[in-house]
């Protein structure tokens, strides 16, 4: 029987249907990259050529560290390459538009002003010392995740050996020293001869006494500096341990029971007004972090929580960002920032941003866990020596370490020094173009090796302990931009 014309058409219609689905599965089997693991095409489209995010960064086999030796004189070449990337890339997307503005504050038109209170900040965390002290000092009382105290009980146990009745804290006369581990007796102090009040040749920053760096604010202090805004902190597993430094200096007692829950947990009271809410981002994506619809899948190598929605960020109006400690190739970690930015600057005009720098990790940090630093004790008020066998007492360094030639030993994922160097000046170049506050204590903690978690993980702090010192710096921060 033969088929009628109509039929005829719609036969042909459903086969070339057939064939072009066909072609549709074998082009998404075979090509991974298909689809763009994070932007969709409105979001593309407004990018005007800017540098597209790579779909093949979520893939740890793509993920991986190069593996091609660099000297000394190819990283300066590099860091050089990178900075003029980075200048031209967000000249191009941000131009001059928040040369004299700092969103999320009252500071508008004002480009000295702006340049003053970056230099200040700069100032504060780049020219300055880690001092030990005693009397003077009041160690912050940790009031967050249970899991950064661990160094404290090897501590307890050496007072139980020669502590002579004191207990964790307390202050012994005899000896004229505080009874905490040594790792929390040192207070970061910004020179006062540079970045203090004053004017004239050597001085950088504010002439007059909000320079002055404050010390162990108090409650009070901080509500007022901070004003009556939230805090949404973003960031990696070490942005998490920042969020607990924040709870004990407000003195909330508010835990949320491990990084993952946060986000979904209540938020922090800190002051009349105010809360704190702390999101896990290893790549601070925006504004969704993966969407199954759209055959988007979680890394196993990065956890990526959603928080660019416009309801967090119409809550939370001040930011406090920072990338993981997990290696991305130049172009991708330039892209990807460029993306959050340009979101925020775009969509939350007035909110402000504040980027804090990757710190480096510390190699040997289990090597002096191994030589009892946390058990340690000084034989005296300022002693050299342990007076607990078996331990080992480590002060911080004078300097920060310099890089050096790359090594084939190190563990892949993880960025070398000179990478976080030279991706902590891309993201300073990036962030101040959109009119954000980039906080640069890469070298601050870098000289810090003391007073890490050990056992594998040293990238983090014990608590209490060095990462204290943001309290200090976040009120000093909020101080003179106010917020």
Known sequence: MPIPPLGRSLVLFVACAVFFQLILFFKSTLSPSSHSPRHRSDYDSESHGSFAPHS????????????????????????????????????????DK?????????????????????????????HGSWQREEKQFKWMQHRGDAR???????????????????????????????????????????????????????????????????????????????????????????????????????????VCYGELGCLHHSAHGLCPGVALKYARNDLLSVPWAVNPEEEEYPSASTVEQTWGTSDMLEKFKVLILNRGLIWRPDEVFLSELVFTMKHLWK???????????????????????????????????????????????????????????????????RPTLADIQR?????????????????????????????????????????PGPLDAYGDLLYNTFRILRV
Request: with cysteine.
């Open 56 to 95: 093949g960064a979520r893939d740890p086999a793509r993920n991986r560290h190069p593996t091609v030796p660099l000297s000394l004189k190819d990283l300066h070449v590099l860091d050089g390459l990178a900075d003029t990337i980075a200048k031209t890339e967000s000249q191009r997307v941000f131009g």
């Open 148 to 254: 950064f105290t661990k160094c404290d009980k090897s501590f307890v146990k050496s007072l139980g050996r020669v502590g002579h009745g004191h207990y964790l804290g307390d202050y012994d006369l005899g000896r004229d020293q505080l009874l905490v581990r040594e790792a929390v007796k040192y207070r970061w102090v910004p020179d006062e001869k540079i970045c203090g009040p004053g004017s004239g040749p050597g001085y950088i920053g504010l002439s007059d006494a909000r320079a002055q760096y404050k010390h162990q604010p108090t409650k009070g202090e901080f509500c007022k500096a901070i004003g009556q805004r939230s805090m949404l902190m973003v960031g990696d597993l070490t942005q998490y341990q920042l969020h607990d430094v924040v709870l004990s200096a407000f003195e909330s007692s508010l």
């Open 98 to 126: 928040e040369i004299g503005r700092i969103p999320g504050t009252s500071i508008t038109k004002n480009p000295t002003l702006v340049k003053q209170i970056r230099d200040q900040i700069h100032c504060w965390t780049t």
């Open 347 to 413: 969509y939350y005009p007035d909110t402000l941003v504040i980027y804090r720098a990757t710190h480096p990790i510390a190699p040997n940090c289990t090597q002096f866990k191994d030589q009892g630093e946390d058990g340690a004790i000084a034989d005296s008020k300022f002693g050299t020596q342990s007076s607990v066998e078996g331990t080992t007492l480590r002060r911080p360094l004078q300097h920060p370490p310099e890089r050096q030639d790359f090594h084939q030993d190190k563990p892949e994922y």
């Open 423 to 463: 991706q902590n000046r891309m993201a300073k170049t990036i962030v101040e173009a959109a009119g954000g506050i980039f906080l640069d204590t890469e070298a601050m903690f870098a000289m810090r090796p003391d007073g890490r978690m050990g056992d594998g993980d040293c990238a983090r702090f014990c608590a």
